[in-house]
Structures are given as C-alpha cells and as structure tokens.
C-alpha cells in the first residue's frame, strides 16, 4: 500500500491550517509532529492517562485515539490556545502559583479538561471536579492542589 | 500502525455492504478500542469502513442508534427512567473523554482487555494459537474469566452488554444478505480458537440500532460494578439486574453477571431461584449463590466469586426497594 499524504484544513485553536499527514494519523500525531504543536503531551498512547486531551467542539476527547482526519471542519481547541493577549489564562496562573504541576507531564491535559468543565459549570463542586477529571491521571501532586487551583480560577473568572 | 485504506459510508447499511465486498476490513465507531488494537498491531485490516458518518433514524424513545456515545446515552432522560440499569452502565463506563467518543456499537462489540490477547509476544488461542497464555501455570489472570471456557479465560469488558442483556433489549443487525433482530443475550458466543471477535455477527454485518423496551422488567433494573480504582477502571465483576414483580412475587427476573466469563453470563440459576417467590432477603441470598454456583476460579481471581455473590445481593436489594 502506498503510503500517500493526505491534505486536510484543521481549525486549531481558532485559526486554519491545512496540512498534510499520513491517513492513519492520529490527532496526537499530527498536532505535535506535523504542526509542531508539542504542549499536547504523549503518554500511554492507549486512552489510560489523559495526558493527550484536547477540545473537539468544545469536549474533551483523547487525541491519541482520534484520527486526524475525522477532524476536519471541527474546532479543535489545546493548551496553547489557552493563554490571551493578556498573559496566561486564570487556570495557568494559579497551576503555577499552588505548585499543581510538579513534572508538568499531566498538566496540559488537566488544563484542557477543567477549560471545558468550567464553561460547562462556572462553580463547581469538589465532586463535580472529580468526576470530570477522573480520566486525566496525575503521578505527582496527589490531585488536591489540581482541585484547588481550578476552584481558584473559577472564582477569578467570576470576579471577572 | 499500519497503514488502511479509509472509507467513510452514509448509512450503517451501505457501510454494511461496503465491508461485505472486502477482504480484510473492520468497522471503525469511536475508534477508542480500535486504534489500540491497530496500534499493537493485533488487528492489521487493509481497510477501516467509518461510521461516524452513518445517519440513523433513532429519534423515537427507547431506539439507540449504534452510533450514539456513551455520554449521549448516559444524558438520555428515557433511559434513566425506563432502564435505570443502561444509564447507569454507560455512566459508570471508562472516563469522560472516552465516553465523549466511544460507541454503544463499538462498546458492544469491543474485544478483551486480556493482556495477552493484546500482546502478541504472548500465546492466545483466540489469536489461532494452540495455547493461551492466560491458563498456564504462572500466568497473571485477576482480571481474567471464574467460569472459563476450554479455549479462552478472558474476561468480557463491556459495561453496557450485561445491562442491555437484563433489560431484554433487542440488538437490530444489518446485512447485505438480511438483516435480523435479536434479543441482546443472543449476541454473544462461547470463544473458539482463532476467532478474535465474541459476537455471532457475520463478517461484515453491523449493529444499526438497539432498542429498550417499556417493560416493568426494564424499568426495575439496575447495574453495580466493582473496580479497583475508584477513579474509572473497567470493573472486574459487574451485576445487571431486573425484576418483574406483580402481586408480591416475582413474574420475570434477569440476572446478568459481567467481566467473569468470555461472554456476558446470563445466571438463568439465579434467575430460577427467584421466579414465582418474593423477592425478600432468604430468595436474594438463595439467587446469589445459584449465580456463582459454577464458577470454578483461578488461582488469582476467587474474589471475583466473592464480590460477585455480594453484588448480586446488592443489585437485588436495591432493586427491592426500587419502585
Ligand atoms: C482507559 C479505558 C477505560 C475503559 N473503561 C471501560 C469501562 O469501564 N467499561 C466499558 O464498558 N468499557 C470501557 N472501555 C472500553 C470503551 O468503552 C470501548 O473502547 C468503547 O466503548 C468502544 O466503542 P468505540 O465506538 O470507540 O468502538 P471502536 O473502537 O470504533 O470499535 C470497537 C469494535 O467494535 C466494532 N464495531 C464498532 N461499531 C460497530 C457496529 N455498529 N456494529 C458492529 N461492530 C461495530 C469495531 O469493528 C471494533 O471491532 C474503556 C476503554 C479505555 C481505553
Ligand atoms: S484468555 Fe483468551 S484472550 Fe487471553 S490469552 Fe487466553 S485465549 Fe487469548
Ligand atoms: S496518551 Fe492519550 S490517554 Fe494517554
Ligand atoms: S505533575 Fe507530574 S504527572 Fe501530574
């Protein structure tokens, strides 16, 4: 079989980008070897760690286990589209000030993930935020200061 | 990966009759199974039919389009109230991300977590080996089968098979040839050697749609699970249940145990123990024995019929108070 690129118009974080990459690419794959969009990370490559998480129209999906070219004229949304013209967004800020990222390793897929529970649900509950994050694996910071930092964002998000 | 040639088709049918004219081809739903098993290469189609495209009719109530993610389903407002058990399955199913792509076809039809089925450095007599590596002497097998079978100690993984099993949905299945209609307990076989797939569908058949009937068996259902990490795992012992009581007794009873066999195990002893009696703590006790009553465990895995016992006793009560 040959193996032929394929070109598709991806719309990364707000802006397209038509690129060319191997049919059987994943997401993964492509955001970080054909876009050298690297912040996605590459854990388990097998949708146990989370670690790989980005937005599709707005939901958290495992960029390992998507393939690239089913995104096509979908928004796909990662972590380095999370930062405004005004700096780092709330959620980055106070990940860096509690210490919520100590490797850093699970820390773009939390961010994306708790991005995504926060549009859903502007204030929520410990609970909520277990549940929501349950698929997003952390070997470091034992998970209370992830909690703590996106309860702490939502707030400067509410404040405005 | 190796590469596939990649086809997409506008309905479950003529995806149907795509792979009916193909010789080494797998349907694709979420891909969340499949694009594991591409990747260690335990599957190496040439081609990978895509149903995310596939339009379904499935606005009526009780009717589950194949395609559906399992987090659509968890969020169905009719099935939390007319099959609690199915709602419940697909909630509890894996992690968020992953019910956000993966579907009620493909969590159906999903092959084993067996690490040696998934590692081919390992022996696996569903792969076409002579041996399984799950059952020799030193072999690592907590998660796998209590009720094995000659050919195959895997566990099956679904969640959302034995609920759909004791809620007697029916599974509606496309074929070039014809299609057919059958009860979800139906869909499964016992493993032979060389076969990786556990359904009776026929190469290139699909599942188009499935649906839940408005039953009271339905409607008093329930699923528990347990699992080692509380976070999301698959469960290693899983109990869907459903009753049908009229006039203090029980008229119609199903009891499906999930993660013990190759299969989802209908325990049609249980089921016996309590048809005809109240369901009242001296039958619960009775049904939860005659479910494990066969098992013959491993070495690593007898919690397995413990826990399983329990949660038969659990899915009972509950259901027992349930209205
Ligand atoms: C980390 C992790 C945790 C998980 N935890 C759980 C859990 O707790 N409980 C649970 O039940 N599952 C669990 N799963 C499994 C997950 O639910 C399945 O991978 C998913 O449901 C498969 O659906 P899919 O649409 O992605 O299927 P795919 O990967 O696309 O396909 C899987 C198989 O089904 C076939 N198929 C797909 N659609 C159809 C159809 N319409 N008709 C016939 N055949 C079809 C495909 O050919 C393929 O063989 C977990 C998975 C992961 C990775
Ligand atoms: S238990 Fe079944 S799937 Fe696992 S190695 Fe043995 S034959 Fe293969
Ligand atoms: S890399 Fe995708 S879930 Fe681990
Ligand atoms: S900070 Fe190291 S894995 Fe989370």
């Known amino acids: 079989m040959t193996l032929r690129r394929i070109a598709k118009r991806l719309l990364v974080n707000g802006e397209e980008h038509e690129v060319s990459f191997l049919p059987h690419r994943t997401l993964l794959e492509v955001l970080r070897e054909d876009m050298a969009l690297t912040g996605t990370k590459h854990g388990c490559e097998l949708g146990e760690c989370g670690t790989c998480t980005v937005l599709l129209d707005g939901e958290p999906v495992l960029s390992c286990l998507v393939l690239a070219r089913e995104c096509e004229g979908r928004e796909i949304e990662t972590v380095e589209g999370l930062a405004g013209a005004s700096g780092p967004h709330p959620l980055q800020h106070r990940f860096a000030e509690l210490n919520a990222a100590q490797c850093g390793y699970c820390t773009p897929g939390m961010l994306m993930t708790a991005m995504s529970v926060l549009r859903k649900t502007p204030a929520p509950d410990r609970e909520t935020l277990r549940r929501e994050l349950a698929g997003n694996l952390c070997r470091c910071t034992g998970y209370l200061k992830i909690y703590e930092a996106i309860e702490m964002a939502a707030e400067d998000l509410q404040d405005g | ?323």
């Open chain 2, 1 to 323: 990966m190796k590469n596939f040639a990649y086809y997409t088709a506008e309905s479950v049918p003529a995806a149907a009759r795509a792979l009916a004219g193909m010789k080494n081809a797998v349907a694709k739903g979420g891909g969340t199974d499949l694009l594991a098993l591409l990747k260690d290469r335990v599957l190496e189609p040439d081609e990978v039919v895509s149903l995310k495209g596939a339009k379904i009719d499935a606005k009526v109530a009780g009717v589950i389009a194949a395609t559906t993610t399992l987090a659509e389903l968890a969020a169905d407002p009719w099935i939390k109230k007319h099959a609690p058990a199915v709602h419940v399955a697909a909630d509890e199913a894996a992690t968020p991300q992953i019910r956000n792509v993966a579907t009620v076809g493909g969590n159906l039809c999903q092959s084993t977590r067996c690490w040696y089925y998934r590692n081919k450095n390992f022996a696996c007599s569903k792969r076409g080996d002579d041996a399984c590596a799950a059952l020799t002497a030193r072999s690592q097998h907590r998660y796998h089968a209590v009720f094995p079978h000659v050919a195959c100690a895997s566990a099956h993984a679904s969640n959302l098979a034995p609920a759909l099993i004791a809620v007697a949905a029916t599974v509606h299945c496309v074929h070039p040839d014809g299609d057919r209609a059958l009860d979800a307990g139906l869909l499964y076989q016992d493993p032979a050697k060389g076969r990786v797939q556990d359904t009776i569908l026929r190469p290139g058949e699909l599942i188009e749609r499935i649906t839940v009937p408005d039953s009271p068996l339905a409607r008093r259902s329930t699923y528990v699970e347990f699992r080692e990490r509380e976070s999301f795992d698959f469960s290693a012992v899983s109990v869907a249940a459903a009753v049908h009581i009229d006039g203090g007794k029980v008229i119609d009873a199903r009891i499906v145990l999930g993660a013990v066999a190759p299969k989802p195990l209908r325990a049609t002893a249980a089921e016996q123990a309590l048809v005809g009696q109240p369901l009242n703590a001296a039958t619960i006790e009775k049904a939860a024995a005659a479910a494990f009553a066969d098992a013959r465990p491993l070495s690593d895995n007898k919690y397995k019929v413990v826990i399983g016992r329990r949660l038969v006793m659990r899915a009972l009560a509950g259901l027992k108070e349930m209205r």
